[in-house]
Structure formats: structure tokens, C-alpha cells
């Protein structure tokens, strides 16, 4: 249910002075009737309408440091969210890292390991393709599949992270290059 904004809270509190039942002030408000209550109360016990302060740690960073952040990840796919020094030359925790990089939409997965595609590369395999294609049908029939996973419990497993968005996994920037 969606909170009510200060507007809205002076709005039932002269309802309230009008002599207005609660249910219909909570159905011409769009809330519950326990949320009139609880502002009535509180605007009785406090002589304020505003809302109490709200548990929790406050940010460490600001949302300029987390822009840096992001940015600094997005020239350096590979950098690691322990090596990310802030502005200032502060170091910031690896979890406050990893959460603003999630915020911005970045992931931290495992690299795609193959050639960077060169646009002669890429030209060579859509020929490939394209003149083997009934033969790939064919052999799709025959592979199965199956799905593997390895768990570390108390250990890092030092597999390589590239941090990227949805649908950048091919990018070149996002590929870690092996030459076979």
C-alpha cells in the first residue's frame, strides 16, 4: 500500500477536524483505516504529522562516489569489487561495492573465455555457418546436456569475475581473451 504524502496527511487531519468518520476518510484516501488511526494517534502523542525516523545505518557513500564507482568498473570490466578504491583514495567495503555495482544494474559473473571477434572473424564464422547448416541440424539430435556445479563453502573458488549488465556478454570488453 502506498504511503501518504504530506499533502495527503494535512488532508485527513482537517478531515479529522471536520468531524469526519475514519473509514471513509481511509476509502476517499485510498488506504486502510488503521492508517488513519496510527496518524491520529501520532499527531495526538507528538503534535506532528511527519514520519518517525526510520532504523538503519545511514549510506557510507554518497551517490556521487557511487557513480565513480560504476564508472570505474564499467573502463575496468575485471576489477575486482576488493581493489576499488573511491574518491578520495578510500577504501570502501567490498559489500557497499558490490551493492552499489548491483544498483546499477551490473553483475559480477564469470567471463566468456574465447577470441575477440574481429569483424573478419565474425564474417568467417557466419560463412561457416551458413554452409554447414544442415549438417549442425543433424548433430544437435545427438548432444545431450547436462548441468554441473561446483560449491566452495570456505573458500574463494579463483574463478575470474567480469562485472556486466544483462545482454553484454560478448562485448569485447566483457570477453577475456584466449589465444588457442
Same mark, same amino acid.
Given at each position: 500500500?502506498?504511503?501518504?504524502?504530506?499533502?495527503?496527511?494535512?488532508?485527513?487531519?482537517?478531515?479529522?477536524?471536520?468531524?469526519?468518520?475514519?473509514?471513509?476518510?481511509?476509502?476517499?484516501?485510498?488506504?486502510s483505516?488503521?492508517?488513519?488511526?496510527?496518524?491520529?494517534?501520532?499527531?495526538?502523542?507528538?503534535?506532528?504529522?511527519?514520519? %518517525?525516523? &526510520?532504523?538503519?545505518?545511514? *549510506?557510507?557513500t554518497?551517490?556521487?562516489? $557511487? @557513480?565513480?564507482?560504476r !564508472? /570505474?568498473?564499467? %573502463?575496468? &570490466?575485471?576489477?575486482?569489487? *576488493?581493489?576499488?578504491?573511491?574518491?578520495? $583514495? @578510500?577504501?570502501?567495503? !567490498? /559489500?557497499?561495492?558490490?551493492? &552499489?555495482?548491483?544498483?546499477?544494474?551490473?553483475?559480477?559473473?564469470?567471463?566468456? @573465455?574465447?577470441?575477440?571477434?574481429?569483424?573478419?572473424?565474425?564474417?568467417?564464422?557466419?560463412?561457416w555457418?551458413?554452409?554447414?547448416?544442415?549438417?549442425?541440424?543433424?548433430?544437435?539430435?545427438?548432444i545431450?546436456?547436462t548441468?554441473?556445479?561446483?560449491f566452495?563453502?570456505?573458500?574463494?573458488?579463483?574463478?575470474?569475475?567480469?562485472?556486466?549488465?544483462?545482454?553484454?556478454?560478448y562485448?569485447?570488453?566483457?570477453?577475456?581473451?584466449?589465444?588457442?
Amino acid at each position: 500500500m502506498p504511503r501518504l504524502t504530506d499533502s495527503q496527511r494535512h488532508e485527513v487531519r482537517r478531515m479529522l477536524a471536520g468531524g469526519l468518520p475514519r473509514r471513509e476518510i481511509a476509502r476517499r484516501m485510498g488506504c486502510s483505516p488503521s492508517t488513519i488511526v496510527r496518524l491520529h494517534r501520532r499527531y495526538v502523542q507528538t503534535g506532528s504529522l511527519n514520519d %518517525r525516523p &526510520r532504523p538503519g545505518r545511514q *549510506r557510507v557513500t554518497s551517490d556521487r562516489q $557511487g @557513480r565513480y564507482t560504476r !564508472v /570505474s568498473h564499467l %573502463r575496468d &570490466r575485471f576489477q575486482t569489487a *576488493r581493489t576499488t578504491i573511491g574518491i578520495n $583514495g @578510500r577504501q570502501n567495503s !567490498v /559489500s557497499t561495492v558490490g551493492q &552499489r555495482l548491483r544498483n546499477a544494474g551490473l553483475k559480477a559473473c564469470r567471463p566468456f @573465455r574465447g577470441n575477440i571477434l574481429t569483424q573478419h572473424r565474425r564474417q568467417n564464422r557466419l560463412t561457416w555457418t551458413r554452409r554447414h547448416r544442415h549438417w549442425l541440424m543433424r548433430l544437435w539430435r545427438r548432444i545431450l546436456f547436462t548441468h554441473e556445479s561446483r560449491f566452495h563453502l570456505r573458500y574463494r573458488d579463483g574463478r575470474i569475475r567480469v562485472w556486466r549488465r544483462r545482454g553484454e556478454r560478448y562485448i569485447d570488453s566483457c570477453v577475456r581473451e584466449c589465444d588457442r
